[in-house]
């Protein structure tokens, strides 16, 4: 009760002047809260007229959001401070009376009227079932069902996510609207980017429709807005959001807000906008890890119904590292070629269509890393693998050491069998051949060589 009460007050103070914040909020206590009703110890008669009179409204729309729908108000002003006697008296607000159609949504408070339809701007195909989730994206995701599954009645509100360009979040952004559309098809769910609500202010000003731009933006159920760093140094544009921001917020109704960086570091943006973007959840999206670019190959692969090589994917993953737009364009340009001038989807085409892409910058792998990190994999000691033990996991630590050696060194293969127990070169081809056939055949050999590769090239 008394951290949602300090809650209260915090919303409180920014909406009031500091005079009037401490004359007539700051003395009120919690007292009690149980069956939805909230009683406070005020220190007058005369304190609860002049706050039902002047700051109801207020008040009743900030118990609203932070204690949520159904929560009642009762005053007690105490008469004798020796015995803790006093007298209780409910307020008059007719907030708490409103009926709620639906128990899971927070509607505005006011009498509500028909309003027209509209495009809720939404890529319909930017949904969960498409979103693939890894360890840098798991809880934005998370947050992002959360809300749709009850929007405005979470503490993620704003909910604000960050990252770096190409990492997901524009997807994150419709997938949790599109839910909501579908959860709840009554809603007024928008979508809108920080550039086109600067043009659409800025000519509603032009045209002197501002009146109208507001109500538009006030009747939204859920407003998500991407890339909010493109309000910074638009002043007009930055009072007129946090004016709708406001109005949103107190009413429970659910914001989304994307951005490149975390509120703390964004430059340009008024403090009392930065303060309200801090105020629920603020979530990073990272650059994808191996794993997830892997997944979200594979994923992609599917969907489009084609047929790529592990070998070549794993070499997509391993080198478009920076964002899924990368991913994305790598795999429609190989379909590209595969199609139009018959090219197979194979190794040669991939380094081909990455280099165009992204500066692939050789990785340094020395032979001595690569024997290093197989025989720990395979936890054997070094010298075995140099002797001519043939004990099968001595073996199997050697030939995948020459394999390794062979793909990602440009040494020749007379050097790779000198540096691995001065084995001549025709020994070094047959260990390549035994482990090119095995990968195909033994699962755990597969991914044992996977795995070590992944860690050389990390």
């Known amino acids: 009760m008394q951290t949602y009460w300090n809650n209260c007050l915090d919303i409180l103070r920014d909406n009031l002047t500091e005079s009037a914040f401490k004359t007539w909020f700051l003395p009120l206590v919690p007292q009690s809260y149980s069956d939805h009703i909230l009683v406070l110890q005020v220190p007058s008669q005369f304190c609860v007229e002049y706050i039902e009179e002047n700051y109801i409204d207020l008040l009743s729309k900030t118990l609203v959001r932070v204690f949520g729908r159904g929560i009642q108000l009762e005053y007690r002003v105490l008469i004798d401070s020796t015995s803790g006697r006093g007298t209780v008296i409910p307020s008059d607000s007719p907030v708490w009376t409103t009926p709620t159609a639906d128990p899971h949504i927070q509607h505005d408070l006011r009498p509500q009227t028909e309003l027209p339809a509209f495009d809720s701007q939404l890529s319909e195909h930017l949904n969960f079932q498409e979103f693939v989730q890894g360890n840098s994206n798991k ?10 599954q009850s929007p405005g009645r979470v503490p993620f509100n704003p909910c604000f996510i960050y990252g770096g360009s190409g ?30 609500f600067q043009m659409q202010y800025q000519s509603a000003v032009l045209d002197k429709r501002t009146n109208d731009f507001y109500a538009f933006y006030q009747s939204i159920d859920v407003l998500i807005v991407d ?20 109005h949103l917020h107190q009413l429970g109704k659910q914001l989304i807000l994307t951005s490149d960086k975390p509120p703390l570091e964004l430059k340009g943006l008024e403090q009392r906008l930065l303060s309200r973007f ?7 999206i990272t650059k994808p890890d191996f794993q997830l670019r892997r997944d979200i190959l594979k994923s992609k692969i599917h969907r489009d119904g084609l047929d790529i090589s592990e070998e070549v994917i794993d070499y997509i993953a391993e080198n478009v590292r920076d964002n899924i737009r990368d991913l994305e364009g790598v795999l429609v340009s190989m379909l590209a070629h595969s199609t139009f001038i018959n090219a197979p989807i194979d190794l040669n085409l991939a380094r081909q269509i990455v280099s165009q892409v992204v500066d692939v910058a050789p990785t340094e792998v020395s032979i001595d890393n690569i024997v290093d990190k197989t025989c720990r994999y395979f936890q054997v000691e070094q010298q075995e693998v140099f002797s001519r033990s043939r004990r099968r996991e001595v073996a199997n630590a050697r030939q995948v050491s020459m394999y390794l050696a062979k793909q990602l060194t440009d040494r020749s293969l007379s050097d790779i069998g000198k540096a691995i127990g001065n084995r001549d070169h ?5 260990a390549i051949k035994l482990v090119e056939q095995a990968i195909v055949s033994n699962p755990g050999l597969h991914r044992a060589v996977k795995e070590i590769k992944n860690e050389l090239l990390r």
């Not at 809880?139 to 749709?148: K, P, R, V």
């Not at 524009?170 to 709840?184: E, P, Q, S, V």
């Not at 890339?227 to 406001?246: E, P, S, V």
């Open 139 to 148: 809880l934005a995701c998370t947050a992002g069902m959360s809300i749709a």
């Open 167 to 196: 990492v997901g979040k524009t997807h994150l952004a419709n997938a949790i609207g599109n839910r909501i559309k579908r959860l709840y098809p009554s809603l007024r769910v928008l979508y809108v980017s920080a550039n086109t």
């Open 227 to 246: 890339d909010i760093q493109y309000f910074a140094d638009k002043k007009g544009t930055q009072n007129t959001f946090f004016f709708i921001f406001n």
């Open 278 to 284: 801090k105020w629920g959840l603020s979530v990073e």
């Open 426 to 430: 025709a020994t070094v081809i047959h």
